[in-house]
């Protein structure tokens, strides 16, 4: 849980999210492969622990089928 006030930064490369990460203000549209992490950050200060999600972009599923697989802190999810 993050301190209040605090500010959610992210990546998309997999990489860890900095203070000068961008700032997630709205919906991420994923059009490929990628590992997202995000964080909350109070000033240059991480403020919570960094969770993962990999979206798995696979053009052979159906648009209808996608598979989520989710832990405490990352989840993969596959979807055309």
Do not use: C, H, N
């Not at 930064?9 to 590992?35: K, N």
């Not at 919570?48 to 802190?73: C, E, F, K, R």
């Amino acid at each position: 849980k993050a301190a209040p006030g605090a500010t959610i930064r992210y990546t998309q490369d997999g990489s860890l999210p900095r203070a000068d990460s961008p700032v997630y203000t709205q919906m991420l549209v994923i059009e490929r492969t990628a590992v997202l992490r995000a964080a909350a950050f109070t000033g240059s200060d991480v403020a919570s622990a960094v969770s993962t999600l990999t979206v798995v972009i696979d053009p052979s599923q159906t648009p209808a089928s996608a598979a989520a697989a989710t832990s405490a802190s990352s989840s993969t999810i596959i979807a055309s």
